[in-house]
């Protein structure tokens, strides 16, 4: 456990499992008070909780679809009403069914728009205006590298995430007079259940940092945990507006 973030409340949504659940992990160990938004499945989201607090960490869990504006709202009152506050947002929720151009059907578009990039949105919008009132406050917004350089079965997650490096441009422009800072993160390859039929069909596995030489390709939830404590903190009090790639150098490797 670390005091970095010690005094400060964080809501993650989609903290339940893979990248966010790593994420909630390393806020924990930070010192943070972590808000744990998960969609339905209890028993993971208790799990993770349970895991934090073994780690010594201040955490509750709170039920949610970010694509619903109204359970975006009460969720957020709940935070604010059971920590008396929220220090930072991030907008880690988020789907990526894999389906090629032509099977992607309106249905299934639509549900990733609602899910990735409206439900950035709604909880920007509910945790911001509280952070607006209190005069200060941070949203980190999960994005990927995949919105840069695309990938494969992905236009539509592509898409969703492009939108999101323009949400957080322009935010960034709006709220920093309210002494709000937006960030995104742009993910590299982290195998998660999200992804790894994906990683499997490609034969990519983790690497053994005890044997392979240089940066490895492939990162894991606590990467992003790590960058995610950063920008929350008041270490990056001058950084806003910014699209950080932590992705193991994917954005370069091709370029």
């Known amino acids: 456990m670390s005091d970095r973030l010690t005094g400060k409340v964080v809501l993650v949504t989609g903290g339940s499992r893979g990248i966010g659940s ?23 989201a208790r799990k993770v909780a349970e895991e934090i ?17 109204q359970q975006v709202d009460e ?26 151009f032509f099977d992607i059907t309106e249905e299934i578009w639509n549900k ?15 945790a911001g205006r509280h952070m607006r009132d209190q005069g200060k406050g941070t949203i980190i917004n999960i994005g990927t590298v995949t919105s840069m350089r695309g990938g494969s079965q992905q236009v539509h997650y592509a898409s969703s995430k ?5 949400f957080t441009i322009s935010l960034s422009n709006e709220l920093r007079t309210y002494g709000i800072r937006v960030n995104a993160i742009l993910c590299g390859g982290v195998p998660t259940d999200i992804n790894k039929e994906q990683f ?8 053994n940092p005890a044997t392979q030489r240089g940066i490895r390709d492939l990162g894991t939830p606590e990467d992003l945990g790590k960058a995610v404590v950063y920008l929350a903190s008041d270490d990056s009090e001058w950084v806003t507006g910014s699209l950080m790639a932590v992705d193991g150098g994917a954005l370069v490797r091709n370029a």
Do not use: H, W
């Open 162 to 166: 492009g939108g999101v490096n323009a």
């Open 112 to 126: 990733t728009i609602e899910v990735n990039l409206s439900g950035m949105f709604f909880c920007a919008q509910a």
């Open 75 to 100: 969720m957020v009152a709940s935070v604010i009403m059971d920590f008396g506050t929220i220090d930072s947002l991030v907008n880690n929720a988020g789907i990526c069914p894999f389906r090629s």
């Open 53 to 69: 607090q073994s780690l010594g960490g201040k955490v509750r869990i709170y039920q949610a679809d970010v694509s619903n504006k």
């Open 200 to 207: 499997a069909s490609n034969k990519q596995t983790m690497p």
């Open 22 to 44: 790593g994420i909630c992990k390393e806020l924990a160990l930070a010192g943070a008070s972590v808000a744990l938004n998960y969609t339905s499945n209890d028993v993971e």
